[in-house]
């Protein structure tokens, strides 16, 4: 099942789904930047911290879902 999460673009403006297994790591620079697998970078508004809790509600929801 692929996973993900909401979050908001720079601009305030837009907003879109990544896929949570794609973020290789979190970097506050002070700008929020997602570094992906591929490379790229993403910065959003979110800071580091709801991001993570955002792929830890994911996560959650995800496992419930798939419980039997």
């Known amino acids: ?24 790591f979190i970097e506050e620079t002070p700008d929020t930047i997602l570094t992906l697998e591929s490379g790229k970078k993403i910065a959003v508004m979110e800071s580091a911290i709801e991001v993570v809790e955002k ?5 959650i929801r995800i496992r419930r879902a798939t419980e039997f």
Do not use: A, G, P
């Not at 908001?8 to 794609?22: A, C, G, L, Y």
């Open 55 to 59: 792929i830890r509600e994911e996560k």
């Open 1 to 24: 099942m692929i996973s993900m999460i909401l979050v908001t673009r720079i601009n305030k403006v837009s907003q879109f789904h990544i896929n949570e297994d794609m973020i290789e």
